[in-house]
Every structure is written in C-alpha cells, then in structure tokens.
C-alpha cells in the first residue's frame, strides 16, 4: 500500500555530519506525522525526532540541538540532518509516516527498511 524508501546512511567520522531521506509512495491520501527511529545492536528501537503535517517537530533530548527534521510535502518526503555525531549514534535508523490511505479510514503506521548509520574513526 505504501512504501518507505530511506537513503543517506553511511560511515562518518565523528563529529561529521550525514543527511537522510525518506520519501514515501503508494496509496497516500493523507500523510500526516512522519518521523525517525534507530535501534542499535541489542537495544530496543528509540524515536529520534518526528515532524507534524505543518511541520512542528520534537526530539529526543539525546539529539536536540545536533539533528533537525524537516520534511517537503509536496514530495513526500521527510529528512533528517545529522550533526556533531557520536559513535553512540550508530544504529539502523528507520523513517516511519502515519499515513490515511482512503478517506473515512483510520491512519496506519509505515515503516522504511532502514538504513545503517555508523559513526566511527
């Protein structure tokens, strides 16, 4: 129905920066919040941040002020800039987007398959 496609991981040096994309496809007639997790090996998957429809945001306070999401909605698409990152930030990071496929119809949530961010020298 609809599908998350992430891009933008990679391997940064501490302290450099990264940005991810997610753009969303498919049978959308709504999308409304979207937003980012990350799970790192043997931890249980964490909210990054995430942005309403009109663009508020919030944050874990392990980010703030280093990463800052944004999101187009003409193209479907939500970001996240990365900064001033740790090796603690290592993870899978995974876009999510609630999403009314039809009107009249509850929201669901939708998950990209990740993408491997590795901060490390």
């Known amino acids: 129905q609809v599908q998350l496609v992430e891009s933008g991981g990679g391997l940064v040096q501490p302290g450099g920066s990264l940005r991810l994309s997610c753009v969303a496809s498919?049978?959308?007639?709504?999308?409304?919040?979207m937003g980012w997790y990350r799970q790192a090996p043997e931890k249980e998957r964490e909210l990054v941040g995430r942005?309403?429809?009109?663009?508020?945001?919030n944050y874990a306070d392990s980010v703030k002020d280093r990463f800052t999401i944004s999101r187009d909605n003409a193209r479907k698409t939500v970001y996240l800039e990365m900064n001033s990152l740790k090796p603690e930030d290592t993870a899978v990071y995974y876009c999510?987007?609630?999403?009314?496929?039809?009107?009249?119809?509850?929201?669901?949530?939708?998950w990209g398959q990740g993408t491997q961010v590795t901060v490390s020298s």
């Open positions: 942005i309403t429809s009109s663009g508020s945001t």
């Open positions: 498919g049978r959308i007639y709504r999308l409304n919040d």
């Open positions: 999510n987007a609630n999403v009314a496929t039809t009107w009249g119809l509850r929201p669901s949530d939708f």
